[in-house]
């Protein structure tokens, strides 16, 4: 019966089409959305960061006045998300109502995309099971259908680094590396921390290519050629060389020494009155002397961040629980069944959450590396229904020969240890690449 019941769940997941995923998946967020858009909703956030910038580009074409008390230029955010923001604005109003929704309504759109990414990463690597398993367990997820609320990167990011993986694993003509250094170049620009796992996955793809220097050169000429204007950009307007954002020391300073230093504290704090740029040194400075002078605070604080990056928010516990310890037992799995192909997905949970530990911590950090979360969680919970089966099979069939008086319980058991017998025991073929 259980047998009978695995089957069927995988043959249900196999008839089911990413797309239908993707419509539930946008339903739920949407619905989520208007309820919360009905009582306030995104527009109770005009005054962060992203809005603040976005006003400014569309009232000064300016990228500038991230906080309230200072005008001058600014790289505290990384561009992409105020661009669209600003676009926004432009388009249905600043402030408005209507941009509120709309906002929203794109950042659904990404987020429900999402799902279908998940589900080709899952085909090509692991399985379709698996693929559409952890399709599900994105469209569904009761904290991800929270974060297209929030007027930020958030879901455009995870997209991002969803396509980004999948691109990079499936390059191999020359044109491909190139698609997916422009893919994560975009990424870069939306949130950096998302480059954190790239130069691992990346190794590892090129050393299973034969023209790797081509393929190299193909993927990282294309992503410098969208890096490169933002950083100069940086460079030209805060006289420092910030490739992206500014903000890194500063952040590693809120996390460990003080908050009270943050831009948003005041309008008369230390940022406004002696710039960003001076701001981020002084604070650079403060981090070095502070590491430096007590090494083991810093160490037991980032601890307790790695800890609690992968339960928060606390709120969510159960699921949270639940689902830390379903993408471990997936990459563990992963690891054993020596999946080459897949192997490199595993750098982002692995490396990701490094920047967050020696920073803080706060539930949309982690959800840019969900896709890949759901993804290993699935694979996981298909390779755990399959060993379920089988060992159910073979105790139904060792039982069977016992009563038939083939061979005892005991005697296969003694035999099978002693190397005598093979369990002979149905092994799943390996997972291929379908466009290799």
Request: hydrophobic content about 50%.
């Amino acid at each position: 019966m259980h047998s009978a019941r695995s089957s069927s769940v995988h043959a249900r997941l196999r008839a089911t089409s990413p797309w239908v995923i993707f419509s539930i998946a946008l339903l739920f967020r949407v619905a989520v959305g208007i309820r919360f858009f009905l009582v306030g909703g995104i527009t109770y956030q005009w005054s962060n960061e992203v809005a603040a910038i976005a006003r400014s580009l569309v009232l000064r074409h300016a990228f500038a006045g991230a906080y309230r008390g200072y005008g001058g230029p600014t790289a505290w955010l990384a561009p992409g998300y105020p661009f669209v923001t600003a676009a926004v604005f432009r388009i249905f109003g600043i402030n408005s109502a209507s941009s509120g929704l709309v906002l929203l309504l794109i950042n659904a759109l990404f987020a429900s995309f999402t799902a279908v990414l998940v589900y080709h990463l899952g085909r090509d690597h692991f399985s379709k099971p698996a693929g559409l398993l952890g399709a599900w367990l994105w469209a569904l997820s009761p904290v991800g259908v929270l974060m297209p609320l929030l007027l930020w990167d958030t879901s455009i990011s995870a997209f991002l680094l969803a396509a980004g993986v999948l691109l990079l694993l499936r390059a191999e003509a020359v044109r491909q590396w190139a698609a997916a250094g422009l893919v994560w170049g975009v990424s870069a620009l939306f949130s950096p921390a998302l480059l954190a796992p790239l130069a691992l996955i990346l190794a590892m793809k090129l050393s299973q290519v034969s023209s790797r220097k081509r393929a190299a050169i193909a993927f990282c000429a294309s992503m410098l050629l969208v890096l490169l204007p933002w950083s100069l950009r940086n460079y030209l307007e805060l006289h420092a060389l910030f490739p992206v954002r500014s903000n890194g020391w500063a952040e590693i300073y809120f996390g460990n020494v003080s908050f009270a230093l943050h831009p948003c504290a005041r309008p008369d704090g230390l940022y406004q009155r002696i710039g960003e740029t001076p701001f981020v040194h002084q604070l650079r400075r403060e981090v070095v002397e502070y590491v430096r002078s007590s090494p083991g605070d810093f160490l037991r604080k980032s601890l307790q961040r790695a800890f609690r990056f992968w339960l928060v928010p606390f709120a969510f516990l159960p699921f949270t629980g639940a689902f830390a310890a379903l993408s471990l037992a997936g990459g563990v799995l992963l690891i054993r069944d020596r999946r080459l192909s897949a192997t490199g997905i595993l750098a982002v949970p692995i490396l990701y959450p490094l920047i967050y530990s020696i920073t803080h911590i706060e539930t949309r950090y982690r959800h840019p590396i969900e896709p890949v979360l759901c993804l290993l969680s699935a694979y996981g919970l298909c390779e755990l229904l399959e060993y379920a089966r089988v060992a159910k099979k073979w105790t139904g069939e060792s039982s069977k020969r016992e009563k038939t008086g083939a061979v005892s319980g005991l005697d296969l058991i003694a035999d099978v240890q002693t190397g005598t017998r093979s369990p002979e025991l149905p092994r799943r073929p390996e997972a291929t690449n379908p466009l290799t």
